[in-house]
């Protein structure tokens, strides 16, 4: 989980294999660079499989590895914390704002 849209990606491949562009529209926000090097990133770590198809152009999808589908399940509660606090959150983040200002 190397980054802020690690978490997103497995939430978007958890139905099933996407293509690129199919990832591109839900995570609203991130620059194409930085979703390649997040695929490249969890690819080198074993949580998805990419396989690219021939064809022109190439086709090429993203799936999770059984090792991303056990990492589910923490993304999930992980998730349900976060929307369970978020009016703490945003609270604290306000106070540290006004903080360094």
């Not at 799936?63 to 990492?71: A, F, H, N, Q, Y």
Request: charge should be neutral; proline fraction near 5%.
């Amino acid at each position: 989980m190397s980054n802020k849209w690690s978490a997103k990606i497995m939430v978007c491949l958890k139905d099933g294999r996407r293509r690129f562009s199919e990832l591109q529209a839900p995570l609203q926000g991130v620059t194409p660079k930085v979703l390649v090097e997040s695929l490249r990133a969890m690819e080198r770590d074993g949580i998805i499989t990419r396989t690219s198809y021939p064809g022109v152009p190439p086709r090429v999808e993203y799936e999770l590895t059984d090792l991303g589908r056990s990492l589910l399940e923490q993304v999930s509660v992980w998730c349900d914390w976060a929307e369970e606090h978020l009016d703490e959150l945003l609270a604290a983040r306000e106070i540290y704002e006004r903080r360094s200002a």
